[in-house]
């Protein structure tokens, strides 16, 4: 039975990003599929948005971080996001997760959080993410950037041989 590991749908070449692009990564789809069962996961589209659409972002609202349509700071998919991940993670059995960065939803650690205004102020993971990290957090979680050679495929396949055992 081959390890279980969400995939950005956009990292496997599916038209979602909020562009209707893609950001294929061939290194994922033609090596890790060779030791993992991929699953392919979008939250934006899986919470209900359209593609193309408009933007969305993390903005800091007071102590609060929200994820806001960019330019309609009215339009908060927040709750809905957090549900989506907790659905999510108790649908599947996952083993692991390779996430796009800097997304708003699946970036770890390279998201930009914006001001009310506008301006970035930190970084941080996309809502879906830091859900799924929470809810997991002995699951290995992944940037797509860490994946740059068939070495780091190897190492994050050996992580996921020994989270099984382990």
């Known amino acids: 039975m081959l390890p279980v590991v969400g995939v950005s749908a956009c990292l496997l070449g599916q038209h979602v990003r909020y562009d209707g692009r893609h950001k294929y990564t061939g290194l994922i789809v033609e090596e890790l599929s060779k030791h993992c069962q991929l699953l ?6 899986e919470i209900g948005l359209g593609i193309p659409r408009p933007k969305i972002q993390l903005t800091q609202v007071g102590a609060t971080i929200k994820v806001l349509q960019q330019n309609q700071a009215d339009v908060d998919v927040t709750s809905e996001l957090v549900d989506f991940a907790a659905r999510f993670v108790k649908q599947h059995t996952l083993n692991g997760m390779v996430l796009q960065d800097k997304s708003p ?24 993410a830091a859900t799924v990290i929470d809810l997991l957090p002995e699951l ?11 070495e780091d495929v190897a190492m994050f396949v050996f992580k996921l041989s020994a989270n099984l055992k382990g």
Do not use: M
């Not at 699946?106 to 996309?126: A, H, L, M």
């Open 105 to 128: 939803s699946c970036g770890i650690g390279n998201t930009p959080i914006y001001s009310e205004s506008g301006k970035v102020v930190s970084d941080s993971s996309g809502l879906f």
């Open 140 to 150: 290995p979680v992944i940037r797509a950037s860490q994946l740059q050679s068939k």
């Open 40 to 45: 392919a996961v979008c939250p934006e589209v």
